[in-house]
C-alpha cells in the first residue's frame, strides 16, 4: 500500500500531504486515519508514548470521544526528504462545555511508500470562550476557503 505524496518531498508535495492529513483527521474516523501510519509506527503525542497502528486507532478513538466539535488546521513549517514539520492549532470542547484552542508543532518521519513511520507531537492547550473562536465549518474537512493558520494571525 502507497499513500502518495512519497518522499522525497518538495515544497509542493509537503504541501499537499500536510492537507491531507488534516482533511483526515477533521474526518474523525480512527479506522481510516491509522491507515495513514505503518503497521509499527511509533509516536509521542504530549506525555504519551504510541507503538502500532491498533494504539494509533484506539488513541484516536478516545481523543475525539473527550475532545467534541474537533475542528483542525495544520500548515507546513519545513520539509526534507523524508521528513515534514508542522504547526497547527485546534479547537474542541470538553463535555462541561468548556472550549481549548490547542497550539502545536509535529515532527514527522515517513517510509518510502508514503505511510508515517515516526510522528512527535507538542501540544499545549488554551481554554477559550464560544465567542473566541475562530474554526467554524461543518464536520469534516476545512473548506478551502477558510482562512489558514498564518491568515487568521495564530
Do not use: C
Not at 500536510?18 to 509516536?43: I, K
Not at 484506539?58 to 466539535?69: H, M, Q, S
Not at 518510502?112 to 467554524?136: K, V
Request: zero cysteines; glycine letters at 6%.
Amino acid at each position: 500500500m502507497t499513500r502518495p505524496p512519497l518522499p522525497p518531498f518538495d515544497q509542493e508535495s509537503a504541501i499537499i500531504k500536510v492537507r491531507r492529513a488534516e482533511d483526515a483527521w477533521n474526518g474523525r474516523d480512527p479506522d481510516a486515519v491509522s491507515l495513514a501510519y505503518t503497521p509499527d509506527s511509533r509516536w509521542r503525542n504530549r506525555s504519551e508514548f504510541i507503538e502500532g497502528r491498533e494504539e494509533i486507532r484506539n488513541f484516536l478513538a478516545r481523543k475525539w470521544t473527550r475532545e467534541l466539535d474537533y475542528r483542525l488546521i495544520k500548515e507546513l513549517w519545513a520539509y526534507q526528504g523524508n521528513r515534514i514539520a508542522v504547526r497547527f492549532a485546534y479547537e474542541w470542547r470538553d463535555h462541561s462545555g468548556q472550549w481549548f484552542r490547542s497550539y502545536g508543532n509535529e515532527n514527522w518521519e515517513f517510509d518510502d511508500a508514503g505511510l508515517m513511520r515516526l510522528r512527535i507531537a507538542s501540544i499545549n492547550d488554551l481554554p477559550i470562550g464560544d465567542g473566541e473562536r475562530l474554526f467554524h465549518w461543518p464536520p469534516g474537512p476545512r473548506p478551502h476557503d477558510h482562512p489558514s493558520l498564518s491568515e487568521l494571525g495564530l
